[in-house]
């Protein structure tokens, strides 16, 4: 079974890999392989019968891959305005008049034209949203595109999470034109269990209403995270304590195991019921019977549905008297996970929470005269912190190292008291709202007590360790460490373990040679990011946007590049002026990557960084490379000028190539800087100014910096048509490479060295999966 489960997860992963899926008459392979794994010896374990279990991997991960992949939203739908009749299927997530909420389209038209329906969309509506429940249907006029989402080095796949879900497209709520438009055409409906998730969703908020853990409490009783502080999010991730403070697998297995132990006691009480049916096996069916609640009222997300999968398959061995090692029945629950779901493979938590059962399982079996009380469970939490560091390092590029102390105390707290009188007090809350209500504070303040412990570890300086994505040489060798770590003690040489582990954790990225710089145009949407990097140096320039629901690039996409790349430092943050898609992420950014210095025109916007004015003629050389701050000078910078054209603008040269970025220069701006000196404006690779508005990139500006290529930073799909058609003809017409990073993601160059200039790799070319749009498609 186990090396049945391994060879399948192989399989589906390596399916999971590909840039295409393989063409459907490779299905047909199927029945054929599944005869002839029902037909080898099973009491043999083979090369054949495990190469047979990995085929079958690929080809159901395939098959479920084509399945998902059916449909869509017709491009011919894209940007235009569309009526949309359908059911709202997720709790609308209401911030500040903003509502975001799936929704299943059920008919759609264009005009009077009507066109199949995508399936589930992913919508907001911005202005004035009413309530709105779940269950509810509505024809509302759409906006939509197909699902898009950043693609960056070390950055969130939020392609692949959307494909995940199920959304076939993405949009939002424009302005009714008719009376029977944005109007509810029934109430809510059908979806019992998520109905009673908002309805209990809603009356905690308002029975917790201020209370700083009224988000966390929510998502312990109903599996809904939305109101959950960024910050709260950043000390959970610091102490390693995320995964208790939601409907996690943690929480599903205590709670069937808390109702497995009561009913099996409860049971045991009445001899004509236990001589009916046995004890464990009536406590084993309540097990499973909460475990499903539980589940449910999480909305069987993703996490919860494995942990489900899992307890159904202990109890069902339970009850079928079945005598099965653990590994075995993980191996099964892995295997039954991967039928039902192929694509959990995308997401961490599949891998951490599988890997942690099985290091616990090792770690803690075949103890003879083990350990117990406080010294076995800090056991456990060594055995966990240890055995998902590989993995860790390896998804987020860092890793709690206060875990192991945090876990210890705030496990058996959130598990012992935070989740049952969560629990009880919104059962209560159903009943009787005043006795629930002041158990959901008592909950409340029970994590309130705990978190003055966790902010306390988390202000260690050394709480977290962060390094550069490891190689997969690395994690197969931190991997071998770990087991041996932590076989039980008496194994001979366990202390190679540490030698194994050493390459993990030791081993960086290659260096830049002196002399050569490495520019990485950043896809943040519509905005402007981008990271130059030296033999021993980093500049940031621009962070990109920062959006109403405190969602910014700076955190989300530039933090991870910056760790995934294995840099040190943040040497120096350029925010060449003050609009929203470029300073949007500059707090978030130094918050965790603090800069040795910042520049920019409107540094009165960033007291709290200490910045500083930059100003035309400011050079320096970092590493044989130079920089030089071509704009604003002086007395331009002090004029009544629009913010664009005050914008900073950035040249930097190597021996063999440059770069130049400047910022949202209009053309006013691009006169002044050719008056100033044309010939300093030469460059190999052109930033173009102001994302490709009609506003700039005069043909004497393109002229006199003449580049090989241009880069237009621009969003896919953007409200503002950037890069408007007949700028990207001038720059076509001058045999110009054009590069976008809507089509292209992170766009990646080489400057300097023996090959000169060179394009490195265009992210969403080179890290494409299936899922994942082309421009074009």
């Known amino acids: 079974m186990r090396a049945a489960a391994l060879s399948f997860l192989a399989g589906t992963w390596m399916l999971q890999q590909l840039a295409s899926l393989p063409d459907w008459r490779w299905l047909l392979l199927l029945p054929v392989v599944l005869l002839f794994l029902c037909l080898a010896p ?4 083979t090369l054949m019968r495990v190469a047979g279990f990995a085929l079958l991997g690929f080809l159901w991960a395939a098959a479920m891959g084509h399945v998902m992949s059916a449909g869509g939203l017709d491009p011919a739908l894209e940007g235009r305005d569309v009526r949309v009749e359908g059911t709202i299927v997720s709790l609308p997530d209401t911030h500040g008049g903003r509502s975001r909420f799936q929704f299943q389209a059920e008919r759609l038209w264009l005009d009077d034209e009507s066109f199949p329906p995508p399936g589930k969309l992913l919508l907001s509506w911005y202005r004035d949203a009413p309530p709105l429940r779940v269950g509810e249907r509505w024809r509302l006029r759409l906006r939509l595109k197909q699902p898009n989402g950043f693609m960056n080095p070390g950055g969130f796949d939020y392609e692949g999470w959307l494909f995940a879900q199920g959304i076939r497209a993405k949009g939002y709520v424009r302005k009714a034109q008719t009376d029977d438009e944005n109007q509810r055409l029934q109430a809510a409906s059908g979806l019992l269990v998520d109905r009673l998730r908002q309805t209990l969703r809603d009356g905690i908020r308002t029975t917790l209403a201020g209370h700083p853990q009224t988000g966390l409490v929510t998502a312990l009783a109903v599996g809904d995270r939305s109101a959950i502080a960024d910050a709260q999010w950043d000390m959970l991730i610091r102490t390693g304590t995320n995964h208790l403070l939601a409907i996690s697998g943690l929480h599903v297995g205590l709670v069937s195991g808390m109702v497995f132990f009561l009913m099996r006691w409860l049971w045991s009480r009445s001899a004509r019921a236990s001589l009916r049916w046995p004890a464990p096996k009536a406590g084993a069916v309540a097990a499973l019977l909460a475990a499903t609640t539980y589940a449910a009222l999480a909305g069987f997300a993703v996490p919860t549905q494995r942990a489900l999968v899992m307890v159904a398959v202990v109890m069902v061995a339970l009850i079928l008297q079945r005598q099965t090692r653990p590994s075995s029945l993980l191996a099964l629950a892995l295997l039954v996970v991967l039928v039902v779901d192929p694509l959990a493979v995308l997401a961490p938590g599949f891998w951490l929470s599988f890997a942690a059962v099985a290091a616990i399982l090792l770690g803690m079996s075949g103890r003879v005269g083990g350990t117990r009380g406080w010294r076995s469970w800090g056991r456990v939490q060594w055995v966990g912190t240890l055995g998902l560091l590989p993995l860790l390092i390896l998804l987020f590029q860092r890793a709690s190292l206060v875990a192991p102390l945090a876990n210890l105390l705030a496990v058996p707290w959130v598990s012992m008291l935070t989740v049952p009188l969560t629990l009880l007090g919104s059962l209560l809350w159903l009943l009787f709202p005043t006795l629930g209500g002041w158990l959901l504070s008592a909950a409340a303040w029970s994590l309130s007590a705990l978190w003055w412990v966790l902010e306390w570890l988390g202000a260690w300086s050394l709480a977290q360790w962060t390094q550069s994505a490891p190689s997969a040489w690395a994690v197969a060798c931190a991997l071998v460490g770990v087991m041996l770590l932590i076989l039980p003690r008496g194994f001979p040489a366990r202390w190679l373990g540490w030698v194994w582990l050493l390459p993990l954790l030791v081993v960086r990225p290659a260096m ?16 402007l990011a981008a990271v130059v990097r030296t033999h021993r140096h980093v500049l940031v320039f621009d962070t990109g946007p920062r959006f109403p629901s405190g969602f910014n690039t700076g955190e989300a996409v530039i933090a991870p590049f910056l760790r995934q790349q294995g840099l040190a430092g943040l040497d120096l943050l350029i925010v060449s002026h003050g609009d929203n898609d470029h300073i949007g ?11 040795g210095r910042v520049l920019s025109s409107v ?39 629009q913010s664009n054209n005050r914008s900073c603008v950035l040249r930097v040269t190597t021996a063999s190539g440059s770069v130049l970025i400047p910022g949202d220069i209009e053309q006013p701006a691009e006169t002044h800087l050719l008056a100033s000196g044309p010939n300093r404006l030469a460059a190999d690779v052109l930033v173009v100014p102001h994302h490709g508005s009609r506003t700039s990139s005069s043909e004497a500006f393109i002229d006199a910096v003449a580049p090989r290529f241009a880069l237009f930073p621009v969003g896919y799909r953007n409200r503002y048509g950037h890069p408007k058609a007949d700028i990207v003809e001038r720059y076509r017409q001058r045999d110009i490479r054009l590069l976008d990073s809507a089509s292209h993601g992170a766009i990646r160059f080489r400057l300097g060295g023996e090959g000169g200039l060179r394009l490195v790799d265009t992210w969403r070319q080179s890290a494409r999966r299936y899922w994942h749009r082309l421009p074009g498609e």
């Open 585 to 595: 992420g500059a707090t978030a950014l130094a918050d965790e990557w603090p800069p």
């Open 512 to 527: 830049l040679p002196p002399g050569e710089a490495e520019f990485t145009l950043l896809d943040v949407g519509q905005g």
């Open 42 to 45: 099973v009491a043999r374990l």
């Open 603 to 641: 540094p009165q916007r960033l007291v709290e960084l200490g910045a500083e004015p930059c100003l035309g003629g400011m050079r320096w050389n970092w590493d044989g490379v130079d920089f030089e701050l071509l704009h604003p000078r002086v007395d331009y910078a002090a004029g009544s000028r």
